[in-house]
């Protein structure tokens, strides 16, 4: 198989996946989940290996669990958590791992309305030591993305431009393939996620 014909492949992979994470969200805001219970079969087979078909960067908000909003099982995300899909430390060779390593042609990033690192981000807080360094990545990120404090355009802009910053990061597989970036936004009170740029994947975009 040549380049060309495995990007495209990887590029189908990408949008299968995107439309299933799609699918399980509708599930879980209607209230009918699959719940994607693991019987002992299955999880056995997990011992030699994993292949998860996303990797998602999302909040550590308690109230924002990817796999149950997303309606996936044990073994289809590879899921990293940081206060307001902040980049710094081990979170960046985490997401290098699900690409490179497991070869996931797909990276989400969740960002959440009511974020607590967002709005602590735009407030006039003096937050220090480690949680300070944290809010002020996602500030620093605001200030060519927001002009003002307004909670929802912040919190928009803080997805959108941690999709960009990942786009930029250039993150690729073992064969250099470069991975499909894509935002969601989640909504608490709906339950709902919104595309914040498929990256080309979804039919019509």
């Known amino acids: 198989m040549d380049t060309e014909e495995r990007r495209n492949e990887r590029r189908a992979q990408a949008r299968a996946s995107l439309e ?75 997401l290098d791992f699900g690409v490179r390593v497991l070869g996931v042609p797909l990276v989400v990033v969740m960002g959440h309305t009511h974020c607590g690192a967002v709005l602590a981000a735009i407030s006039d807080q003096n937050i220090t030591g480690y949680l300070g360094d944290l809010i002020g990545e996602i500030a620093d990120r605001l200030v060519d993305v927001v002009g003002d404090k307004d909670p929802m355009r912040a919190t928009g802009g803080n997805l959108d431009a941690t999709v960009e910053a990942l786009r930029r990061y250039d993150l690729r597989s073992g064969d250099g393939d470069p991975a499909h970036v894509v935002g969601l936004m989640y909504d608490l009170a709906s339950g709902l996620v919104t595309v914040h740029g498929d990256d080309g994947l979804l039919v019509g975009s």
């Open 20 to 94: 299933a994470l799609l699918e399980g969200n509708r599930r879980f805001a209607s209230g009918d989940p699959d719940g994607a219970h693991l019987d002992r079969a299955a999880r056995e087979a997990l011992v030699e290996g994993q292949a998860p078909t996303a990797v998602v960067l999302g909040c550590v908000d308690s109230r924002v669990p990817p796999e149950v909003i997303l309606d996936q099982g044990v073994g289809d995300l590879l899921t990293v958590r940081t206060a307001g899909q902040s980049l710094s430390g081990v979170a960046m060779g985490s």
